[in-house]
């Protein structure tokens, strides 16, 4: 049994929904609606990336440091800025998708259990982590001891983040590519 003390809440909310956000995103978002391809799509998928990029920053170091000072509310404003990021994705994504017949019923529901999953592993960060804001800048061993399937989790939610985010940088430049080559052909 996992001792749900320090960051430990936080992981084990982080591992429940990183497998479904990873369906998600490789379902619908990669394979499904392509998304990264469709220029009318650019930009919902940049918030797709800053996702990737922002819980794969905080899963790694909340499973191997307490993040003390600045670091503290470095990692507090990276998941802030993801609260705000998915409220712009949501904004965006009525456009985006438009002519594809909008967002699935269960896409729709992925993200709401998304949102909140993350939502309450950020508010367990700063409910554990709340002490630490006001030390000095420091990342320091955590306060509890995070067991290693939660660590090795954690890195894996950061690797697959961190591929998820190339994958999709790398889908939108070939399409970006394609348009340019595209434009150049037209007489």
Do not use: C
């Not at 429940?16 to 609606?33: C, Q, T």
């Not at 998820?164 to 037209?186: C, H, N, P, R």
């Amino acid at each position: 049994m996992i001792p749900l003390e320090g960051q430990n809440l936080t992981l084990l909310l982080l591992a429940i929904i990183a497998p479904v956000g990873a369906l998600d995103a490789m379902y619908f978002h990669v394979w499904k609606f392509k998304l990264a391809s469709r220029p009318e799509s650019r930009n919902e998928t940049a918030t797709h990336i800053f996702r990737s990029l922002t819980l794969g920053i905080v899963a790694l170091t909340v499973a191997f440091y307490q993040p003390a000072g600045a670091w503290f509310w470095l990692i507090a404003g990276l998941l802030g800025l993801d609260f705000a990021n998915n409220l712009i994705d949501a904004f965006l994504e009525g456009d985006s998708r438009r002519d594809l017949g909008g967002v699935p019923q269960a896409e729709y529901l992925i993200h709401i259990a998304g949102a909140t999953w993350v939502g309450a592993a950020a508010l367990s960060f700063l409910v554990h982590g709340w002490t630490a804001a006001f030390l000095p800048t420091a990342l320091m061993a955590p306060e509890a001891a995070v067991p290693f399937a939660l660590q090795a989790n954690a890195v894996v939610i950061g690797i697959g983040s961190f591929a998820l985010a190339a994958l999709e940088t790398a889908l939108i430049a070939k399409s970006l590519g394609g348009a340019k080559a595209q434009v150049a052909a037209t007489p």
